[in-house]
């Protein structure tokens, strides 16, 4: 079998997993889990569901990799597929335009670890931003979540969500007119949007 590194790209380590190279299955859940495991806390904050969801669905890759296909997006595939077996573990949904009730909360509850805090104006805008995100609701968290942090495009968000593109680009406008709404005199939405990826950075 082939080692491989961190630079090495997605499609060569899942293209090899499939072939039954455990080195590249490895690598991949190890380069892969904490992006789960922190979009699983979007839908609970039961640590040990979210570690069994995703042993879950490893051990499944893992049996069925001879009938999985190829993809353009091994992270994409990795996030669709986790999200599925965590809304069915949590409840059963027959209508997924909403989330769990577990998922009203999503986000309320950031690391109290404020190591990246550089000067104090910056901490206080970091602050106003995520009370601003607390308010927002769950469907526009999510899909701010997807897009500007885990950098998924409008149409793999779609896909996700089972909702067209159009509703998704509708959905992050609507969440960026109302986070700066929560400031008399707001900033840029690309200060907003640096303070709200530099919180999940360290989230």
Known sequence: MTAFGKHTDDAVLWNSFRGG???????????HYRTLFQYGQRFTHNMQLIEDVIQDLLVHLWLHRTTINETPSVKFYLIKAFRHRMLKTIKPLSDETGLTDECDNLLSEFSSE????????????????RTAIDQLPARQQEVIYLRFFQNLMPEEIAGLLAINAQSVSNIIQRALSNLRGFWRTPPSISVILCSFCQIFAQF
């Open 21 to 31: 190279d455990e080195h590249a299955y490895t690598e991949l859940a190890r380069r």
């Open 114 to 129: 404020e190591d990246w805090i550089g000067r104090e104006n910056d901490l206080a805008l970091k602050q106003q931003v």
